[in-house]
């Protein structure tokens, strides 16, 4: 007879910090695979429950969900984001750097979408202000919120004229422009350096950087719309994708320059997905219009021709604030959800988002990939730990973490922001980096005199 050979797994010591309080986390999985999107109509869908008084990677192992420190790896997991736990506060945070497993506020104005579920537990957000960098996502299109302006007939005399530029300051000839050749700068056309070029092509006007995105738009207007349509904007020599708008010493520079309307508009930069080249600029003029619809349907103020966006998929409505007088309108632009089939989302930048209520107040619903996950602090009936692995769950010790993969090491496309440091622009002679620097005296004793 052959040696018999032990199935068992070899136990390790797992070291956790114990909060004296838990989270509640309930996952609602989608097992089908459609573009990352969660079917709100479908009822083909598991629920799994944990609670957690550590700090720790949420994961789905096999339609399981499991809790992981940093010294545990499961075969076939799939990170879905980081729970942190201290004496004051609990935070969920993303594990992913692609944009649609980030964490993203689900906008629902039903309590009753999960028949299987308490309604108590799936209540979420039923609507979200939103903030210039704001993104929300509708299926599978992104619309990034760029600009908004509320204008009375009186501005709109004055909406074309040309600004006043600045005096013109030139500095060192090493230091010009790839395009025009110029070394002149200014404060509203500096030379700028927006990608990873380096030598003579480093730098250049953002002018002429505004003009060359604009010869690559292509211009579709409507009675109530302006659409921009251009190709992802890469660098053609390093291919490092610009970002929409730099900052320096709290000064802004965009490099979309668009003919603004004559009257009240709001403009959204509208993509896909991340691997997507186009992506369009959509300028709507709001008038005297306080709600504005989006959707698939010609009635829509904001037509999205994606199969995933449903015929009226959401609202936006300008809801006026303290500050709003007849002669400065001021209003804040709410989005909320109108029953579609895969729901509006918010992505989750506000750090209020993140912390995880405690129990009795209003959580909020995540989703990340097919995922919707909610999050709860509970207090403790007693010390002991409060969570524990599912038996069918096998657990690797590891020292670091698997390499991740190529795909989630790619470049996110879809950021829209950057702070230029000082080497990356240049508005005076003082800021000039080929600025020779003054010579050093060698002192008698300096180590390259030894023998």
């Not at 709109?156 to 010009?176: F, G, K, N, P």
């Not at 006007?205 to 060359?212: A, F, P, T, V």
């Not at 291919?239 to 000064?251: A, H």
């Amino acid at each position: 007879m052959g040696a018999c050979t032990s199935t068992k797994q070899k136990r390790y010591e797992i070291v956790r910090t114990l909060m004296p309080y838990k989270v509640h986390v309930m996952a609602i999985i989608w097992p089908k695979n459609q573009h990352n999107l969660f079917d709100f109509e479908s009822s083909s869908y598991c629920v799994k429950e944990i609670e957690v008084d550590f700090s720790a990677q949420l994961a789905t192992v096999d339609k399981e969900l499991v809790a992981l420190t940093k010294s545990e790896w499961a075969r076939n997991s799939i990170e879905i984001a980081n729970i942190t736990l201290n004496e004051q506060q609990a935070f969920i945070n993303s594990i992913s750097q692609q944009q649609d497993h980030k964490l993203w506020a689900v906008l629902k104005s039903e309590t009753n979408q999960f028949q299987s579920i308490d309604v108590r537990v799936v209540l979420s957000i039923k609507h979200w202000d939103l903030k210039i960098g704001d993104i929300i996502k509708l299926g599978r299109v992104r619309m990034h919120l760029l600009e908004y302006a509320f204008m009375t007939p009186c501005d709109e005399a004055t909406q074309y004229q040309d600004d006043q530029e600045d005096d013109i300051q030139t500095i060192s000839d090493v230091a010009s422009c790839r395009i025009c050749f110029s070394s002149k700068a200014s404060e509203i056309n500096p030379l700028i350096s927006p990608c990873k070029c380096e030598g003579s092509v480093k730098y250049i006007h953002l002018e002429c950087l505004q003009k060359w995105i604009g010869i690559q738009l292509k211009i579709k207007q409507g009675d109530h719309f302006i659409q921009y349509l251009c190709k992802r904007l890469d660098c053609e020599i390093c291919k490092f994708t610009f970002r929409n708008t730099y900052t320096f010493q709290d000064k802004s520079y965009s490099v979309l320059k668009l003919p603004k309307p004559k009257s009240s508009y709001i403009t959204f930069k509208v993509t896909n997905d991340d691997k997507s080249k186009e992506a369009m600029i959509y300028v709507v003029e709001i008038g005297e219009k306080t709600e504005l619809k989006i959707g698939r349907i010609p009635d829509c103020d904001i037509k999205l021709r994606d199969i995933s966006v449903s015929r009226s998929h959401a609202m936006l409505k300008l809801i006026p604030t303290s500050k709003h007088t007849t002669d400065n309108p001021d209003y804040t632009i709410r989005v909320q959800d109108c029953k579609s089939k895969f729901g509006t989302l918010v992505l989750a930048q506000d750090q209020d988002l993140l912390i995880i209520p405690e129990d009795g107040k209003s959580p909020i619903l995540f989703q990340t990939g097919r995922v919707l996950l909610q999050c709860v602090q509970k207090k403790k009936v007693n010390q002991k730990p409060a969570y524990k692995h599912p038996d069918n769950v096998v657990l690797i010790q590891i020292e670091t973490k698997p390499q991740l993969d190529q795909q989630e090491q790619m470049q996110d496309s879809f950021v829209t922001h950057d702070e230029l440091t000082a080497g990356d622009i240049i508005i005076s002679n003082s800021q000039n980096p080929h600025k020779p620097q003054p010579n050093m005296d060698v002192k008698e004793d300096s180590i390259c005199d030894e023998r």
